[in-house]
């Protein structure tokens, strides 16, 4: 199976703070040739180094998906990799004036307004789709993760805090096209516990978190501004963070994605996984 690869008509930039460094940074997404592929480019380093969105370039995943080469760095990769993953946009120039994008409402949101806004252009050669012929598992602890062969590409996914009185146990299922990802899972904002903030402070993390661009949990208590925008937003950034974790795969592929309390290094792990089976 293939498809007519794609990229962005029109260059389209945003500017804002990074959610955990705090720096007000540029970004401009920029049009690219075929077979480029997806990659960030830091424009306020010395030569404007590349870094490929790719799980091989993955050095971190605390709280979030952060890709190296060399001594360059960018953090908090997931959020825009997933509105490319869900527009099928192939071939990308991602220009950076700071180590991380801007945070926006810390969704995928301003990234889908980018994407639709540029315009998508199709390209002349082909970029094969390819699926699976087995399901490929992944398990440690209490962390599951399984694709299974799918004519779709699909995420299944299963949240699970039974200490949180406000989250619980929260299920969410939707096939990841462009229109159901910007309805459904864009929109999601990240969030944390409140007895996390404490400990994330304390590492030099979220600088730039705010309840413009995060959802706060505490007990049974959920603070954030303009309340939810929908009742189970949490598993469904999940879903999102997913989206863009397993893109960093860097090939198009169909599966059924059965997760259970995954978040970014089980996610990444799983990326690697999928690789080594998709080049077989």
Same mark, same amino acid.
């Given at each position: ?7 962005? #008509? ?85 220009? *950076? ?16 307004? *980018?994407?639709?806004?540029? =315009? ?11 699926? *699976? ?14 694709? *299974? ?16 009185? #406000? ?18 899972? #864009? ?5 944390? @516990? ?33 309340? $939810? ?16 974790? @397993?893109?960093?795969? =860097?090939?198009?592929? $169909? ?22 089976? @998709?080049?077989?």
């Amino acid at each position: 199976m293939k498809r007519k690869q794609q990229t962005i #008509a029109n260059k389209a930039n945003f500017s804002g703070v990074g959610i955990h460094t705090g720096q007000e940074v540029s970004m401009t997404l920029c049009p690219q040739k075929e077979d480029t592929g997806i990659f960030f480019e830091r424009t306020d380093m010395p030569g404007r180094p590349r870094i490929a969105a790719n799980a091989a370039h993955v050095f971190d995943t605390s709280r979030s998906t952060n890709l190296c080469v060399a001594d360059a760095r960018v953090y908090t990769v997931e959020h825009v990799l997933a509105a490319c993953r869900a527009y099928s946009i192939d071939n990308l120039g991602i220009e *950076l004036s700071g180590i991380e994008p801007p945070a926006g409402n810390g969704s995928s949101d301003v990234f889908v307004e *980018l994407i639709e806004q540029a =315009g998508i252009k199709q390209q002349k050669k082909d970029i094969p789709i390819f699926e *699976l012929e087995a399901p490929v598992y992944w398990s440690q602890g209490e962390i599951h993760l399984v694709a *299974l062969p799918s004519k779709e590409y699909r995420i299944s996914y299963t949240l699970s805090y039974p200490h949180v009185p #406000a989250l619980g146990t929260q299920f969410y299922s939707v096939e990841v096209t462009p229109a159901h990802f910007k309805s459904e899972i #864009a929109p999601c904002r990240t969030f944390a @516990l409140y007895e996390e903030l404490a400990y994330l402070m304390d590492r030099g993390l979220i600088k730039g978190g705010s309840l413009d661009n995060a959802v706060v949990i505490k007990e049974d208590a959920i603070i954030c501004k303009n309340g $939810l925008f929908f009742p189970n937003e949490m598993v469904r950034h999940k879903i999102l963070d997913m989206i863009g974790d @397993l893109s960093l795969v =860097g090939k198009h592929f $169909l599966a059924h994605i059965i997760a259970i309390r995954s978040g970014h290094t089980s996610n990444v792990a799983f990326a690697k996984e999928l690789q080594l089976c @998709l080049n077989k």
